[in-house]
């Protein structure tokens, strides 16, 4: 009795699904036709994707899948359709579509589901929100980083003083990659917090027990629970639809332990206010936290705030700094140049003949045109999407010649490829791949098809910061050390990439930097 009555129903449902469908496709092609779009080359993924979702899948198992999707570019064009579950997506490195992805079509398009997958660590903040909540965030957030205090060199050099501290003094090899990003956790949490969690420093080495260790017992554990979450937010984006099904027990212990700690000094600054309110402030040293709660007093957009900063600003300039080191340490001439050029300016650690200042960085142009090029090789940020929230279009890559509108429907995911973008040869030239800072001289003026620090409303609020920490870092060592040496036995090879938010080198950067004075 019952079976007949489901059939009929589900026959039913399958019909009505195959009719609308139809309905669908033929007025998705009639918008697309008002629009003046034409189809983009389709890549060959097979039944469903799936097995182009394999060869992919044994890509980022193998750590090669930047290298393969650079592949997937060379061989179907600078703007595909590729399935994926049977849902469609388009992916593009033209200069022009990422114009309109990111500043022109802004309204068009949002951060899709970044919101969901990252909102258990990261709450509702600037580099989670899409519309008012991310405008409102913007606006609160956007003026802090127009002054001048933004990366204090002095709160810097302390950190950047005990990673010189640190290194071998016998000309050993070492990873300096490992301690860029403990670099980047201390300087960030000091400048966001007002207090570094030390992650350079040796364990018991404090003298007086801080807010961080009263709280989570040690700064090891701040910066071990910080990247643990991390990592758990890049497999849930991963995951995509089951981002859900990603929720370990450590997972959410590690959340905890870092919203404890951000909770502390949260709740520290916003006493001292309501103490100090009518007392002149004394301290000069620019504190995030503090002026932030200047402006607002709600302890969750605080801490929201503050931890999509740290997420957004420390892998990202510590992927910088390992990524100049790596090439540097390969390009023993471009060490020597800027070398010679910074100690002309600054003298070195044992001669100083002038203070590091904010100007006198800034005015260096070969390094400028060491950190851009490093930028355009290894970009920090290589992958990253869009997704549509109307039913849009993107102004080239459909056609025979690529060059008509494409549709892209509600909810198609755009997925741009800056890594892949930043090595075409028809935009850089024949020697695209080679690590030549000197073509900054040649031509500085670069527009969309040069995009480390994306562009348009959501441009990067920290470029400044990451240059200028940076800059100071690279100067900092050297100065200590004439030397750079490659230790690593992979010489000749395209360097093991990583991508999981950012990205990172897989065996570290094995270098050996010493003084020969020593
Ligand atoms: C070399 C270092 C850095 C690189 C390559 C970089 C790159 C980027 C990129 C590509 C985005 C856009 C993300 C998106 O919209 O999908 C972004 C956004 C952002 N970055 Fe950076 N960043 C760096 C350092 C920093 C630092 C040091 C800070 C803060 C101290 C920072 C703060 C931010 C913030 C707050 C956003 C979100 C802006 C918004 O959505 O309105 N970044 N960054
Ligand atoms: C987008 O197009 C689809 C199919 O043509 C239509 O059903 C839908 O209403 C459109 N959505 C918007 C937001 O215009
Ligand atoms: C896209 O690339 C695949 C290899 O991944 C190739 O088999 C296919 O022919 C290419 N398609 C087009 C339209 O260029
Ligand atoms: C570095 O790149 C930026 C972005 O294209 C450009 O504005 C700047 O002029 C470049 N700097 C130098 C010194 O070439």
């Not at 579950?85 to 951060?111: C, H, S, W, Y």
């Not at 300087?187 to 992650?199: I, K, N, R, Y």
């Not at 851009?372 to 010649?401: C, H, I, K, Q, W």
Request: with cysteine; aromatic share 10%; glycine share 6%.
């Amino acid at each position: 009795m019952l079976a007949p009555v489901l059939l009929i129903a589900v026959a039913l449902y399958a019909t009505f699904a195959v009719l609308r469908a139809i309905q669908q496709f033929f007025h998705q092609r009639k918008n697309a036709r008002a629009l003046g779009c034409q189809p983009p080359r389709r890549a060959a993924n097979g039944f469903l994707g799936i097995p182009g979702f394999l060869r992919m899948a044994r890509s980022v198992r193998e750590k090669r899948w930047l290298y393969y999707l650079l592949e997937q570019y060379q061989l179907n064009g600078t703007t595909f359709t590729a399935n994926l579950f049977g849902r469609t997506m388009v992916m593009t490195i033209e200069p022009e579509n990422l114009k309109a992805l990111l500043a022109t079509q802004f309204n068009d398009f949002g951060l899709g589901t970044r919101h969901r997958e990252f909102y258990p660590l990261l709450g509702d903040g600037i580099f989670t929100l899409d519309g008012a909540g991310w405008s409102h965030a913007r606006a609160l957030l956007r003026p802090q980083f127009t002054k001048d205090q933004v990366a204090d060199l002095a709160l810097l050099d302390d950190h950047v003083s005990r990673l010189i501290d640190m290194l071998p003094k016998d000309r050993s090899g070492f990873d300096i990659q490992t301690l860029f990003y403990c670099l980047t956790m201390d300087s960030a949490t000091h400048f966001l917090f007002g207090e570094s969690v030390g992650s350079l420093l040796p364990p018991s080495s404090s003298s007086a027990p801080s807010v961080l260790e009263k709280s989570t017992g040690g700064a090891q554990g701040f910066a071990e629970a910080f990247n643990l979450a991390q990592d758990y937010l890049a497999a849930r984006s991963r995951a995509q639809d089951l981002y859900w099904a990603v929720n370990p027990r450590r997972y959410r212990g590690a959340i905890k332990k870092v919203h404890d700690l951000v909770d502390n000094y949260v709740r520290l600054a916003l006493e001292s206010r309501s103490k100090n309110r009518q007392e002149k402030q004394e301290n000069t040293r620019y504190i995030f936290l503090q002026a932030l709660a200047a402006e607002t007093q709600d302890p969750k957009v605080l801490r929201d705030n503050l931890l999509n900063i740290l997420l957004a600003g420390r892998d990202t300039t510590a992927s910088l700094l390992s990524s100049t080191f790596y090439l540097l340490a390969r390009h023993p001439n471009v060490w020597q140049k800027l070398r010679q050029i910074v100690i002309g300016e600054f003298g070195d650690s044992r001669r100083p003949v002038a203070d590091i200042t904010h100007a006198k960085l800034k005015d260096i142009p070969y390094l400028r045109y060491v950190l851009n090029e490093t930028l355009r090789l290894y970009p920090p940020v290589p992958l990253n999407f869009r997704v549509a929230m109307v039913n849009t279009s993107l102004p080239v890559g459909g056609g025979p010649d690529q060059r008509a509108p494409v549709y892209v429907k509600k909810d198609t995911l755009v997925g741009y490829n800056v890594f892949a973008m930043h090595r075409r040869k028809d935009l850089w030239g024949e020697d695209a791949h080679v690590f030549r800072p000197e073509r900054w001289e040649e031509n500085a003026k670069r527009g969309w098809e040069y995009l480390p620090f994306n562009g348009g409303p959501r441009i990067c609020l920290g470029q400044q910061y990451a240059l200028t920490e940076a800059s100071y870092t690279l100067v900092k060592l050297m100065q200590h050390f004439d030397t750079l040496e490659n230790a690593d036995p992979h010489v000749g090879d395209d360097p093991v990439l990583v991508s999981t938010l950012t990205m990172s080198h897989d065996r570290g950067v094995l270098i050996r930097l010493y003084s020969s004075e020593d």
